[in-house]
């Protein structure tokens, strides 16, 4: 039994996960010496923070068997809201709360589609994605607005702690969070039987509809809090800002073994499918690859993602029906049925 669990164990996709992290860390120390530099590993997770923090919320929702396409454009529109009231004359705390408050109405229209009127996620999400884009570039047409505050700039810009910025110290938080909210409260095992079966959910007196929404209002919100901090890492904001994050964020969830179908997943792996992704745009960046190479790595790491699991289980099935048709049959049965016969 001991060996069994080994042997599983060593079969699971996080720890196949870790392998292809350390292979990827060993090739970037290979390939160029400033990369183990301080800052370098610091400007690593600087330059992606935001998107981890909405990584951790989009795992919640895909396991919940849904998804949000629509968290690039929220972070866009919220940091389009706050450069556009921070033009208009009001400061940049009231600014600040006005953008998380449209981030929250985001997701609470997203997910009063979903949960309420029973429309896919998929639409509803696409839509979102034209439409929160679409009044981001309204807001401020073509025009690029700064100027923020010094103050401001820094959170973005600074380190907080040492070495650590504000963003990734926000990262760290919500991902305590999200374990314990996940593993250890009611609510994730909702999110998890929701994304098994949501009819089976909803005869066993889970509120489905409830759940949904809770989890597309936080994604809302949680893009629009990383759509601020997008805002003030680059000191500017355009109606472009944070296009094309949803490829990333999708892809840090599905490369970590969450089932795009929904129900299963871990934290754990979704950790771990961020370091790698991560460490995969850093060493393409040392080594010259451009921004458009590196989108379409990643877009192929997005097939693979959902490919691989799929057939992998594809196989475990076959397999389990080859062992049940090859099984030799029960002597217990047969001494029962002779029995029976004399």
Known sequence: MVQRSIWERLRSWEVLLLVILLVTIVINVSQSPVYASVGNIVNLFQLHSEKIIVALIMTFVIINGEIDLSVASIMGLSACVLAALYEAGASVPIAIAV???AGLVAGAFNGFWIAYVGLPSLAVTL???????????????DRSIGDFPEWFDHLGQQPLVGAVPLALIIFFVFLAIAVVVLQYTSFGRYVYVIGNNAEAARFSGIKVKRVKMTLYIVSGLLSALAG??????????????????????ITMVLLGGVSIFGGTGTLTGVGLSILIILNLRNGMGLANV???????????????SVLIPNSARDVQQFLRRRQLLTRPPDTKVKKEDATQTT
Request: charged share 15%; net charge neutral; proline share 0%.
């Open 290 to 304: 451009t921004g458009n190479v590196q989108t379409s790595v990643i877009g192929l790491l997005l097939i693979l």
């Open 127 to 141: 839509a979102g994605l034209i439409g929160y884009r679409g009044i981001a570039r309204i807001l401020i047409e």
């Open 228 to 249: 601020i901090l997008v805002a003030a890492r680059l000191g500017a904001v355009r109606g472009n800002t944070a296009e094309g994050f949803e490829l990333d964020i």
């Open 99 to 101: 953008a998380l408050l």
